[in-house]
């Protein structure tokens, strides 16, 4: 039987892929909400497709609708304020904070799940939050604008505090209620109310890039069914703690391929900031 380290591992590499084409929807200028809806609608008709042809056990309605719509929610605020946060502030700092939901994540399943942590797991939160401040510090010094920097932050923490939000959510429906039918269900509420955020945001639409986004879209939501089941089965039979934060580091993933194919700069307190990150995740899941 293959073991959850393994699924993380692959929820890691694909999420990570899926993550960097964020980045690219940024620097397109592609409208959000259409990367959006056809990156959710893509992941909602898979996930139904392949939930009739699995076998699947009966189905918990309370728990099922709950979970998905708390998860819809998070996830598909963490996803625009992503998107967003990367037309505001470089994706090597964005990234790297964004990550650091995994200290939420961890401390909740220490307190809730009652799973021990270590005193490496402790030393590894306390490194988590210097890498956040580290990382801060660059973000202003980064950002000619204020006005610009403010927003950028507001989006960042919004996408932190949603993501984490998301990760424990997920949890929850891994233990209780089908994986395909959570994804489906999740996916489609995320869907509908990503037709909802048009008018909510406030940057510049490009009608003409309707189409390239939601080409985009379809791509991204190919990586995510795919990154999300395996999270799923790794939150199945893995600590929460431990799961969330091997896939919290597919930030290196897009982060690289920002640097590559943008040519990013990484600045030495950035690579300060990400060195840190990586050790805070290393130390949290020993």
């Not at 139904?48 to 699947?56: E, L, P, R």
């Not at 990367?86 to 790297?96: E, G, Q, R, V, W």
């Not at 391929?257 to 943008?262: D, G, K, Q, V, W």
Request: hydrophobic share 55%; glycine share 6%.
């Amino acid at each position: 039987m293959i073991s959850w380290y393994f699924f993380a591992l692959l929820a890691l590499l694909l999420m990570g892929i899926q993550r960097f084409f964020y980045k690219v929807a940024a620097e397109k200028k592609y409208p959000t909400e259409w990367v959006t809806f056809s990156f959710m609608a893509t992941v909602t008709l898979l996930s139904t497709g392949v939930y009739f042809f699995q076998q699947h056990h009966e189905l918990n309605i309370i728990w099922l609708m709950t979970m998905s719509l708390i998860n819809s929610a998070s996830f598909l605020v963490a996803t625009v304020s992503h998107i967003e946060a990367l037309k505001y502030i470089p994706a090597n700092i964005a990234y790297s904070i964004i990550r650091l939901n995994v200290v939420v994540v961890a401390g909740f399943s220490i307190f809730y799940f009652k799973e021990q942590i270590s005193l490496f797991q402790g030393i590894g939160l306390l490194v988590a939050v210097a890498a956040m401040i580290v990382l801060t510090i660059q973000m202003r010094e980064n950002t000619k604008k204020t006005k610009q920097g403010r927003r950028g932050a507001v989006f960042i923490l919004l996408a932190l505090l949603c993501g984490a939000t998301a990760s424990i959510s997920s949890k929850f429906a891994a233990m209780h209620v089908d994986k395909l039918a959570f994804i489906a269900l999740s996916y489609l509420m995320g869907m509908i109310g990503s037709l909802g955020i048009t008018r909510a945001l406030s940057y510049d639409k490009a009608k003409k890039k309707r189409s390239a986004a939601m080409g985009l879209g379809v791509v991204m939501g190919g990586f995510n069914f795919a990154g999300f089941y395996a999270f799923l089965y790794a939150l199945e039979c893995g600590p929460l703690s431990l799961v969330a934060a091997i896939v919290g580091m597919h930030f290196v993933i897009a982060i690289v391929l920002s640097a590559i194919i943008y040519r990013e700069n990484i600045k030495p307190a950035g690579l300060v900031g990400i060195f840190l990150t990586v050790i805070s995740i290393i130390l949290i899941r020993i």
